[in-house]
T-cell receptor
Framework: GNSVTQMEGPVTLSEEAFLTINCTYT??????LFWYVQYPGEGLQLLLK?????DKGSNKGFEATYRKETTSFHLEKGSVQVSDSAVYFCALSDPSGGSYIPTFGRGTSLIVHP | KAGVTQTPRYLIKTRGQQVTLSCSPI?????VSWYQQTPGQGLQFLFE???????NKGNFPGRFSGRQFSNSRSEMNVSTLELGDSALYLC????????????????FGNGTRLTVT
């Protein structure tokens, strides 16, 4: 079956530090990949997505590149802010079997200190 | 444009009772899906509805059921509640069904926090 593996958190950084959150996946087919962010007390929000190999998704300074050869979709940001503190979820949608049911990683908590 | 609205925000029930959760999707969105979020299991897919039909179902017992109305609003029902059903239940809507137009991204509500005592 499909699976998404994210690095364990929490990730604790100082403001303006560089962020990487690792995400690797296993899928039967050729999935689309997503990063969602969840702020305290809220639901998930789509942060960025990529639908084919070598696509780069980007939004609000965050980037992730779809790497088919390493089955990875790592999230990066050059300079984090306190307001980026949240839980980040990597997810995939696999077209195999026609269902496209989304599979989520366990989430990585990011804490940014001033 | 109003976002996805879930009601109620919080619920406290006792074992054996049943509960109904409600989800109003973004206007124009025809797909609604439900998820259970717990610290131990993470985010798990429950089911997807599109055009009042259940299109996909996750690996949950039959005590979990749902439906979608003609205006795309959806309800989820859990019968014979167990302590392990305590969780944050999230609803998401999208323009099209899973894998449809532009692999429509999911728009989540803020969730209903269910506590079973």
């Amino acid at each position: 079956g499909n699976s998404v593996t994210q690095m364990e958190g929490p990730v604790t950084l100082s403001e303006e530090a560089f962020l990487t959150i690792n995400c690797t996946y296993t899928a039967t087919g050729y999935p689309s990949l997503f990063w969602y962010v969840q702020y305290p007390g809220e639901g998930l929000q789509l942060l960025l997505k990529a639908t084919k190999a070598d696509d780069k998704g980007s939004n609000k300074g965050f980037e992730a590149t779809y790497r088919k050869e390493t089955t990875s979709f790592h999230l990066e940001k050059g300079s984090v802010q306190v307001s980026d503190s949240a839980v980040y979820f990597c997810a995939l949608s696999d077209p195999s079997g026609g269902s496209y049911i989304p599979t989520f990683g366990r989430g990585t908590s990011l804490i940014v200190h001033p | 444009k109003a976002g996805v609205t879930q009601t109620p925000r919080y619920l406290i029930k006792t074992r054996g009772q049943q509960v109904t959760l409600s989800c109003s999707p973004i206007s124009g969105h025809r797909s609604v899906s439900w998820y259970q979020q717990t610290p131990g299991q993470g985010l798990q897919f429950l089911f997807e509805y599109f055009s009042e039909t259940q299109r996909n179902k996750g690996n949950f017992p039959g005590r979990f059921s749902g439906r979608q109305f003609s205006n795309s609003r959806s309800e989820m029902n859990v019968s014979t509640l167990e302590l392990g059903d305590s969780a944050l239940y999230l609803c998401a809507s999208s323009l099209d069904r899973f894998g449809g137009y532009d692999n429509s991204p999911l728009h989540f509500g803020n969730g209903t926090r269910l506590t079973v005592t």
